[in-house]
């Protein structure tokens, strides 16, 4: 390369600078900060999946290619509770897995977020025995229910989205920020 090419070379990249940096200040972008940052917390969820009945199999299916979970920004699926920031509980809960349930909750950094998909998830399903945890808020808090035994991928996709408004709108979440570990040492 000769000394002609290379000041032809960085004379274009100048022009290119130049021309980009004109373009930038003939426009502005507005918004609040914690918008912004809404923005992107609710376009890049990071699921755990908790599947633990029938209900963690249709889970599989809104991850698969069919209804691609992945259009929403929640691709990314983590199996260690700190490197994720959405718990979906997929199916029945016993009362031996509880104090494991709570323990994954408090290990996930905040913010954090929980899904509980399915009848036995969200209230015990028709499991009215001693051995069932009647819900899983009995134990963390929960933000979104999806119904259904199991439900389909487009409940669990409609779920997903109810949540993104909740992040994006800034929602209070009240049981959430009243909530204790119910497996604490006084």
């Not at 029938?54 to 691709?75: H, K, N, Q, T």
Request: contains cysteine.
């Amino acid at each position: 390369m000769n000394s002609a090419d290379a000041t032809a070379d960085s004379s274009t990249t100048a022009l290119a600078t130049q021309s980009i940096d004109d373009m930038s200040r003939s426009y502005a972008l507005t918004t609040r900060l914690d918008d912004l940052v809404a923005w992107g917390r609710k376009n890049s969820l990071w699921p755990m999946p908790y599947g633990t009945a029938c209900c963690g199999i249709e889970l599989m299916s809104v991850m698969g290619p069919r209804y691609d979970l992945a259009r929403f920004g929640a691709e990314v699926v983590r199996f260690s509770p700190r490197q994720a920031d959405l718990l979906i509980v997929a199916g029945t809960i016993t009362e031996k897995m509880a104090p494991v349930l709570v323990r994954i909750y408090e290990q996930m950094l905040e913010p954090k977020y929980v899904l509980s998909m399915g009848a036995c998830a969200s209230s015990g399903g028709f499991y009215r025995a001693y051995h069932v945890l009647q819900g899983a808020d009995k134990v963390i808090p929960v933000d979104v229910y999806v119904p259904g035994c199991p439900p389909t991928p487009e409940a669990v996709l409609d779920g997903i989205m109810a949540l993104q408004r909740m992040i994006a709108t800034h929602q209070p979440r009240p049981w959430k920020d009243k909530w204790k570990s119910p497996y604490e040492q006084a």
